[in-house]
């Protein structure tokens, strides 16, 4: 590992000179020296720290070679490393899929790679080393790192201390590995059951509850310096349109936004939120162009900048998904982006075809050299915040001392069981006893882990109940369980004691429907457990018992099987309405409802 003598010589002397360190205001020495820095960049220097990009492989230097081959085709570089001294990105976002994130001392080695190849560059700077840890169902550094519940579960829960204990024990493990951006809290308000992208991903329907919890899971991240990142600006929770695939419309008056869309943004504001990432929506009330947020100055700089008061960071959603490409092409979105006001360009499709339009708007004088500094040095104040001039590399021992430990596993399970939430509970089946539900049959939708935990549900479920004195068993019945794998479910039930059945997003025609009313037509109790949206509940009546759980992460579905066992009771208490599924205009389940024992 570099000495830090080494890490700064690294630097061609730019960073010894900039080891502020703390926040530094406009017109203090550290703000000085910071501008000082700016001034000496060429302008395709300046280009490319606005830029965080994807790029293939485990190591900076020496990715396998199908990760080579990716960020040739994708790129035109080979390593992270290249991607650092062709482009001189301010930023890499790391992915599951791109594969930087196998195993903890795996990403530090990568973080510090990234980190040396940068420092090594003539005017070299530390780089911002983002993800999306929102935990629940949207992960990208999984087992053995701690794990939490998702948004919406951390809802039913209800407890800021709660959240800034996430905020704090997710950060300070990100950061062990080399992580300092987190692309979390998600500040969408979800009032729309039918909301295919953001869902479980919000806390919740009533924006002063998610406005609380975004605030104090940033005060956890900032304990942990990390920054923490506010999402999607001006509010994506009342969409039918995946903003990946399409371009959703926001019809919401100018002042129900301000009642509803606003009041988690302002209050990430006033925590001193580090940077808040835009959404590729269309919001007629705000902007009438038909431009995405995204792209529009009257959102960005005359609603974000201005009116909230905000000069932080500003980031852009992903500029791959389709919901900014659909008006503009590929290379009009980058620099239409600067111009409404966004400082970080994330992920373009094409890099190249990014990075050049923006440095020839500049040349051509659509967009002006100062414009660009005034992005880069809110960039570079955030890299000094996170004392990235001073800290730039881990170290495998502070990876093993904070990544996955006891303490923060038994703390991610202690908050996972007050947020399972108790919907039904006819005749006090729940909690099961031993002595008469010995044999239980476990039964369900089984969706791909969504962040590295063990899975698949059915058996995580079986496992957890097993070892808490049950005889559980096991039978993935599938998403849409067809004839015979609901036939097999009910045979294999004549030879249990109570069924307890994982539900997935059911519908009025899901045959998960048909499920569970043929395994309660058997005379075994059936307990259903939506291990995704809580809406389930609503469509199945024929469950003598149900749970929310707000995604099916183990540590959320371990946590249910203790309320089931009754080693622990149910806290969680809805943070959304549910509506009736005969009539949708009436609530079933208010917010705030939840059983217990």
């Known amino acids: 590992m570099p000495s830090r003598r080494t890490v700064l010589a690294a630097g061609a002397g730019v960073t010894a000179a900039l080891a502020v360190g703390t926040t530094a205001s406009a017109g203090t020495p550290g703000d000085k020296k910071l501008r000082s820095l700016i001034s000496r960049m060429t302008l395709e220097e300046k280009v490319g720290q606005l830029f965080v990009m994807r790029v293939y492989g485990h190591s900076a230097t020496d990715p396998d070679q199908a990760d080579i081959d990716a960020n040739l085709k994708e790129i035109g570089v ?40 940068s420092l090594s560059r003539p005017r070299g700077l530390p780089v911002l080393i983002t993800t999306d840890q929102e935990h629940g ?16 579960a951390m809802g039913a829960g209800g407890s800021r201390e709660d959240a800034r204990t996430l905020g704090r024990i997710s950060g300070a493990e990100l950061r062990a ?33 998610v406005a609380a919890l975004v605030a104090a899971e940033v005060a956890g991240y900032q304990r942990s310096s990390v920054a923490a990142t506010a999402k999607h600006f001006p509010g994506h929770g009342d969409t039918a349109v995946d903003s990946h695939y399409g371009f959703p419309v926001i019809t919401h008056s100018r002042e129900l936004w301000e009642k509803l869309d606003a009041v988690p943004f302002r209050a990430a504001v006033e925590a001193g939120i580090d940077s808040i990432m835009t959404a590729h929506i269309q919001f007629p009330a705000l902007d009438g162009s038909g431009d995405p947020a995204t792209l529009s100055h009257p959102i960005l700089t ?42 970080q360009l994330l992920n373009p499709p ?6 050049n339009a923006v440095l020839k708007a500049v040349q051509d004088g659509e967009l002006t050299e100062s414009r660009l500094d005034e992005s880069i040095l809110r960039i570079l104040k955030l890299k000094a915040r996170l004392r990235l001039f001073d800290e730039p590399y881990v170290s495998r021992k502070g990876v093993d001392r904070a990544v996955g430990t006891a303490a923060h596993l038994a703390a991610a399970d202690r908050i996972a069981e007050r947020t399972t939430t108790l919907l039904v509970n006819t005749g006090g089946l729940l909690p099961l006893s031993r002595l008469t539900h010995r044999k239980i049959l476990v039964v369900g939708a089984d969706p791909a882990s969504p962040s590295g935990t063990t899975g698949p549900p059915t058996g995580v479920l079986a496992s957890a109940l097993t070892e808490l004195g049950f005889t559980a068993t096991a039978l993935s019945t599938g998403t849409a369980p067809s004839a015979a794998a ?15 059945v994982g539900t997935y997003n059911v519908t009025a025609g899901s045959s998960q429907r048909t499920l569970v009313e043929q395994l309660a037509a058997t005379g075994r109790p059936v307990v259903a457990v939506a291990i995704r949206n809580p809406y389930d509940v609503a469509q199945l009546p024929s469950a003598s018992a149900h749970l929310a759980t707000y995604s099916w992460t183990d540590v959320e579905l371990r ?28 609530v079933l389940y208010p917010i705030g409802y939840g059983l217990t024992y």
């Not at 169902?137 to 919406?152: D, H, Q």
């Not at 309320?563 to 309405?577: E, H, N, T, Y």
Request: hydrophobic share 45%.
């Open 78 to 117: 080979r390593t992270a490393a290249e991607l650092i001294a062709e482009y001189r990105v301010g930023g890499i976002i790391y992915f599951t899929w791109a594969h930087n994130t196998k195993d903890p001392h795996q990403i530090a080695d990568l973080s510090n790679g990234i980190q040396r190849a």
């Open 137 to 152: 169902i949207v992960c990208r550094v999984g087992k053995p790192a701690t794990l939490f519940p998702g948004a919406m």
């Open 177 to 209: 590995m080399g992580i300092n951006q987190d692309y979390s809290p998600d500040a969408d308000v979800n009032i729309n059951p039918a909301n295919p992208v953001i869902g479980v991903r919000s806390f919740g329907a009533d924006p002063d509850a």
């Open 302 to 343: 005359g609603i974000l900048r201005e009116e909230l008061g905000y000069d932080g960071v500003v980031v852009t959603d992903s500029l791959g998904m389709q919901g900014v490409r659909t008006k503009y092409g590929d290379d009009r979105v980058p620099v239409l982006a600067l111009k409404a006001g966004v400082d």
């Open 350 to 355: 094409d890099l190249a075809t990014a990075w």
């Open 486 to 500: 609901i036939a097999a479910a009910v045979a294999a039930a004549q030879d249990a004691d109570a069924v307890v």
């Open 559 to 586: 946590a249910a099987a203790r309320v089931i066992a009754g080693r622990a009771v149910p806290r969680g208490k809805l943070p959304v309405p549910v509506q009736r599924a005969d009539d949708p205009t009436k």
